[in-house]
């Protein structure tokens, strides 16, 4: 009914500065309750044409101001955010499904920080020189923008996410078309509302909400879009190289995980505990870097379980905007049916579940019956070939087998198809330093978990993906660089 449709928030592209309306359109669920919220535009090839066109048209204003320039705006950009934190962190709770806690501490906090990092960091690359004094020549490098970017973002951290691409590939001087998943628009259009007021020039930030079938292969199979950066599912990633292929085009691609936590018996366990629970349960486990593989060595598996599984009890699953609950809804129907559905077929093998799905009650507030909520489960006895040790869940889900040795372990946690990150925890440093060199994984933490130096180059190895980002590597990413030779 239309008294129905008008109270929905309708959201619109932003294309060359303008919000743009959609022939037609998509609904958006609110996790938490099951409603229909959001109508998100279900664009295609002609809204991403004219989002590139905008693009490519700005091009030659905004490649050719300085870095400081660009520094200042996006300096700027970051403020508006943070100045709105609050209203951008419900907006990203009640869209997404997680915690309003999450949303205020994580998401937006590291939004702001994409922009401040890359607004910093883009005033302090320099470039290569060598000298051949015997042929009198002197050699030297240059970095320029490649153009326009199209930028693909997922649907677990979805500012956040869409930022860390954004903020560098503007600051290096390039524009961008930018797809956010569309089961979470909501900031990405809320953020598009600040570019003018930031001093973005129009068409610099260009944003088309839809699908990955239809707005996402569009943007890929664009011959104006020379880079592609992506974060999502290994399959979807496997289409855009076929897709990207006869353009040539440069691809930065993060995929997904399947994250072991190795657990010695001299860990400390006052740490370990809640740790490997934030890695485990975290935005409902709903982050590539989650730990859904916990190796424990012999001496303390029984221990470390019986404590682990007490605490994951504790955590609280129920209404994200309620600042107490500790785990919000997942994404969608489909989603919580999917994560379910490996809790059944580790049960079908003979795996113990002990708490969590199918094992305790989950007791809903009211409002919250028909959300997608799922409490933290945890499973022992699970053999390294079952699909739950060997397939990303991304869900509140985690595994816990027993280990003997270290040349056990490491065979073990290396023999899945994804390398993206990995926990170790020992209190002996040369262990620390010998496990860490032989996991196959691009980010290796050691008694701690999620600690990142946005310095440093972030990425996984294996169908966890290819290339890295970070300071110098997003730059290197989004620039072009051209050795010139003077002979004098």
């Given at each position: 009914?239309?008294?129905?449709?008008?109270?929905?928030?309708?959201?619109?592209?932003?294309?060359?500065?303008?919000?743009?309306?959609?022939?037609?359109?998509?609904?958006?669920?609110?996790?938490?309750?099951?409603?229909?919220?959001?109508?998100?535009?279900?664009?295609?090839?002609?809204?991403?044409?004219?989002?590139?066109?905008?693009?490519?048209?700005?091009?030659?204003?905004?490649?050719?101001?300085?870095?400081?320039?660009?520094?200042?705006?996006?300096?700027?950009?970051?403020?508006?955010?943070?100045?709105?934190?609050?209203?951008?962190?419900?907006?990203?709770?009640?869209?997404?499904?997680?915690?309003?806690?999450?949303?205020?501490?994580?998401?937006?906090?590291?939004?702001?920080?994409?922009?401040?990092?890359?607004?910093?960091?883009?005033?302090?690359?320099?470039?290569?020189?060598?000298?051949?004094?015997?042929?009198?020549?002197?050699?030297?490098?240059?970095?320029?923008?490649?153009?326009?970017?199209?930028?693909?973002?997922?649907?677990?951290?979805?500012?956040?996410?869409?930022?860390?691409?954004?903020?560098?590939?503007?600051?290096?001087?390039?524009?961008?078309?930018?797809?956010?998943?569309?089961?979470?628009?909501?900031?990405?259009?809320?953020?598009?509302?600040?570019?003018?007021?930031?001093?973005?020039?129009?068409?610099?930030?260009?944003?088309?909400?839809?699908?990955?079938?239809?707005?996402?292969?569009?943007?890929?199979?664009?011959?104006?879009?020379?880079?592609?950066?992506?974060?999502?599912?290994?399959?979807?990633?496997?289409?855009?190289?076929?897709?990207?292929?006869?353009?040539?085009?440069?691809?930065?691609?993060?995929?997904?995980?399947?994250?072991?936590?190795?657990?010695?018996?001299?860990?400390?366990?006052?740490?370990?505990?809640?740790?490997?629970?934030?890695?485990?349960?975290?935005?409902?486990?709903?982050?590539?870097?989650?730990?859904?593989?916990?190796?424990?060595?012999?001496?303390?598996?029984?221990?470390?379980?019986?404590?682990?599984?007490?605490?994951?009890?504790?955590?609280?699953?129920?209404?994200?905007?309620?600042?107490?609950?500790?785990?919000?809804?997942?994404?969608?129907?489909?989603?919580?049916?999917?994560?379910?559905?490996?809790?059944?077929?580790?049960?079908?093998?003979?795996?113990?579940?002990?708490?969590?799905?199918?094992?305790?009650?989950?007791?809903?507030?009211?409002?919250?019956?028909?959300?997608?909520?799922?409490?933290?489960?945890?499973?022992?006895?699970?053999?390294?070939?079952?699909?739950?040790?060997?397939?990303?869940?991304?869900?509140?889900?985690?595994?816990?087998?027993?280990?003997?040795?270290?040349?056990?372990?490491?065979?073990?946690?290396?023999?899945?198809?994804?390398?993206?990150?990995?926990?170790?925890?020992?209190?002996?440093?040369?262990?620390?330093?010998?496990?860490?060199?032989r996991l196959q994984a691009g980010l290796v933490w050691t008694n701690c978990w999620l600690v990142r130096d946005l310095n440093l180059p972030f990425g996984g190895m294996k169908a966890s993906g290819i290339g890295r980002e970070g300071?110098?590597?997003?730059?290197?990413?989004?620039?072009?660089?051209?050795?010139?030779?003077?002979?004098?």
């Open positions: 009914t239309m008294a129905h449709s008008k109270a929905l928030l309708v959201l619109e592209n932003f294309i060359g500065g303008k919000f743009v309306p959609c022939s037609s359109y998509i609904d958006s669920y609110n996790p938490s309750t099951g409603d229909v919220y959001c109508r998100v535009p279900d664009s295609g090839k002609e809204e991403v044409e004219a989002a590139v066109r905008s693009a490519k048209a700005a091009f030659p204003i905004w490649s050719s101001k300085s870095p400081l320039e660009r520094s200042q705006i996006l300096n700027k950009l970051a403020d508006l955010i943070e100045h709105d934190l609050e209203a951008f962190a419900q907006a990203e709770s009640k869209d997404q499904g997680k915690t309003i806690t999450f949303a205020r501490t994580v998401d937006i906090p590291r939004a702001v920080y994409n922009f401040r990092f890359f607004a910093s960091s883009i005033l302090h690359h320099t470039t290569e020189c060598t000298e051949m004094a015997t042929m009198g020549c002197m050699h030297y490098t240059s970095r320029a923008p490649v153009g326009v970017a199209g930028l693909i973002s997922p649907w677990n951290l979805p500012l956040y996410l869409l930022t860390w691409k954004i903020a560098p590939a503007i600051a290096c001087g390039n524009t961008v078309v930018a797809k956010p998943s569309e089961m979470t628009s909501v900031t990405a259009w809320m953020m598009c509302k600040l570019l003018e007021k930031a001093g973005v020039p129009h068409g610099v930030v260009n944003i088309v909400f839809g699908t990955g079938t239809k707005a996402g292969e569009a943007l890929i199979c664009h011959p104006d879009v020379p880079l592609i950066s992506f974060t999502g599912s290994t399959l979807t990633a496997q289409r855009i190289t076929e897709k990207s292929a006869p353009h040539c085009k440069r691809l930065s691609l993060e995929l997904g995980g399947k994250n072991p936590a190795i657990i010695f018996n001299d860990a400390d366990l006052t740490q370990c505990i809640p740790t490997t629970l934030r890695s485990s349960f975290a935005n409902q486990g709903e982050i590539c870097l989650c730990t859904s593989r916990i190796f424990v060595q012999r001496g303390i598996y029984s221990e470390f379980l019986k404590r682990f599984v007490a605490e994951a009890k504790k955590w609280k699953v129920g209404n994200p905007s309620d600042p107490t609950v500790n785990v919000g809804a997942l994404i969608s129907k489909e989603h919580l049916e999917k994560v379910r559905s490996y809790v059944k077929k580790a049960q079908a093998e003979g795996a113990r579940v002990l708490c969590g799905e199918g094992v305790d009650s989950l007791a809903l507030p009211t409002g919250n019956q028909k959300g997608y909520f799922m409490l933290p489960t945890v499973i022992a006895e699970v053999k390294d070939e079952s699909c739950c040790m060997q397939e990303e869940i991304f869900g509140p889900v985690t595994c816990v087998v027993a280990f003997d040795t270290e040349e056990e372990v490491i065979e073990r946690a290396n023999s899945v198809k994804y390398g993206l990150a990995a926990t170790v925890w020992s209190s002996n440093v040369g262990r620390v330093h010998r496990v860490a060199q300071a110098k590597d997003s730059y290197e990413f989004f620039t072009e660089v051209k050795t010139i030779t003077i002979k004098h």
